[in-house]
């Protein structure tokens, strides 16, 4: 009862949730894509295209299926869009009905037969999708990727049925679950799929979400975004070139306790959660939870020997001190602070890099593109432009569309807080160190500025602006602020020139 409240679900401009009376939503998805797949293939074949599909199966609405799964699969087979009022799919039925067969009596509780049905409905979906992608002969150039947003969880929607990832030890060799940053809680399987493209095999190295961006990208011959974190898992993928290193970093904050799980490592167990940071360097993952100021030390692990993070290597040898200095640094020189997600080390000064030359000259590209997008420049197209031997307010304004990108030294006298103010007629992305601090896509004629905590010496500043041909040439300013008491760092606000 307390989940039957009415749920708005639309399509385009239309509410249409009074429509589908008896649908499981995972049938209803995979039916609508299907059709999608044959509609595109009919009309638009040589078209590309991306689909994203976020299935909310299973979760903690562990309900059962309204229907057995179709027979069959495919164009022909297993789930079907009808797309009639109140028969909308071919598998409407009564709600919260259909118990798997081969789970029904195992002798399990009803959470936990709940919880398998709805696993084997997404195989069996999953199943009907690639079999619709042979039969469109569609397979062979369609990649397709399948993940999970967390590890398992434990809560039901569901009056007296409580769910518990113990049953069927969900959380595998880790420890942790949804809402902890140990690997239990982040570490989740990814799948691609590629017939002729992608070959069989199994890779351990760590990547996050955001990386997808910048492969599809790749993957597409189209622009990357500027603002885009990610670095192209295509030479992962199709064991073709050498992976850069992407950047993984987690920061969440949750009230509640790792539950209390015999699973567990001892000290974890009931564990506050609080404040919670994860990060990789170097090949090893440093992780801390109820954090109380940046001088809390991480837990040190190295993964491939050690997945359950059963032994912390913190403090162990110099060169583990030497890495947790580096972590604490890293953090801070990747982050963007948030007014609206507070954390403990927002007001820490970002440290600076000792390895930079003070005195190296600006470096400016140019790449010249068709796209209004900010982004990231093409090495094969893009040409070093000398600063020294041109007028470069006339050099920007005859440049035509592209994007240039700036990079510098920022020579920081002392520690202390600082206004970093961007001036720029076109789109722009700005960088320190790592941390994207300003973005004024979609803005035109604009100020941007963010106050940040620097330490002193040299900070790299890395910045992508979108020329339309008759631009100013962008302006970066440094202003000392006054000391003040210790707040959180203001996110980057934009304001509008008057014209």
């Avoid at 495919?74 to 079907?80: F, L, T």
């Avoid at 002798?107 to 919880?115: C, I, K, L, Q």
């Avoid at 190296?360 to 140019?366: E, F, I, N, Q, R």
């Avoid at 100013?472 to 707040?487: F, G």
Wanted: charged share 25%.
């Amino acid at each position: 009862e307390g989940h039957a409240n009415p749920v708005e679900l639309w399509h385009n401009d239309d509410e249409i949730s009074s429509q589908l009376k008896g649908c499981y939503t995972a049938d209803l998805f995979t039916a609508k894509t299907k059709q999608f797949l044959v509609d595109h293939q009919s009309q638009s074949a040589d078209e590309p295209f991306f689909l994203f599909l976020s299935y909310d199966t299973p979760h903690a609405a562990i309900q059962y299926p309204a229907a057995p799964y179709p027979e069959g699969m495919g164009v022909k087979g297993g789930v079907q869009w009808l797309g009639e009022k109140d028969r909308m799919i071919n598998t409407v039925g009564p709600i919260d009905s259909y118990k798997h067969p081969d789970y029904a009596n195992q002798g399990w509780t009803d959470a936990e037969v709940r919880f398998a049905t709805s696993v084997r409905r997404l195989d069996d979906l999953m199943g009907d999708l690639l079999q619709t992608l042979r039969d469109l002969k569609m397979d062979e150039n369609t990649l397709v990727v399948f993940s999970s947003d967390n590890g398992p969880h434990s809560e039901s929607y569901i009056r007296n049925v409580n769910y518990n990832p113990t049953s069927f030890q969900s959380y595998g060799p880790f420890d942790g679950m949804k809402r902890d940053c140990y690997e239990g809680g982040i570490r989740v399987p990814t799948i691609a799929w590629w017939p002729g493209k992608i070959a069989p095999g199994i890779n351990q190295n760590h990547s996050q979400f955001h990386d997808w961006l910048t492969t599809f990208a790749d993957l597409a011959g189209a622009a990357v975004p500027a603002r885009a974190d990610g670095v192209s898992l295509v030479p992962t993928l199709l064991k073709n070139g050498e992976q850069a290193a992407p950047t993984t970093y987690v920061e969440y904050f949750n009230g509640g306790k790792t539950p209390n799980y015999e699973d567990y490592e001892p000290s974890r167990r009931g564990a506050r959660r609080g404040q919670m940071q994860a990060i990789f360097v170097d090949g090893y993952k440093g992780v801390r939870h109820n954090i109380q100021s940046h001088a809390d030390p991480f837990e040190i692990y190295d993964l491939a020997k050690d997945p359950g993070e059963a032994n912390n290597l913190a403090g162990t040898s110099p060169e583990m001190k030497s890495l947790q200095q580096r972590m604490h640094d890293r953090v801070l020189q990747l982050r963007s602070a948030n007014a609206t997600a507070e954390r403990p080390y927002d007001d820490e000064p970002i440290p600076a890099d000792d390895s930079l030359d003070a005195d190296a000259p600006m470096l400016v590209t140019y790449c010249p593109t068709k796209t209004s997008l900010v982004s990231r420049l093409d090495p094969a197209q893009s040409t070093k432009v000398d600063i020294e031997e041109i007028d470069l307010a006339e050099a920007v304004r005859s440049a035509g569309k592209g994007n240039a990108r700036v990079q510098t030294v920022l020579n920081v006298a002392k520690t202390g807080r600082y206004e970093m103010r961007l001036t720029a007629t076109g789109d722009a992305v700005l960088r320190l160190h790592d941390a994207a601090l300003i973005d004024t896509t979609g803005e035109s004629n604009t100020d941007a500025s963010v106050e940040v905590t620097l330490e002193a010496g040299t900070h790299p500043v890395d910045m992508i602006v979108r020329l339309a041909g008759n631009d100013s040439v962008p302006a970066l300013e440094l202003n000392e602020l006054p000391d003040a008491p210790k707040q959180s760092r203001k996110p980057a606000k934009k304001k509008r020139k008057s014209k």
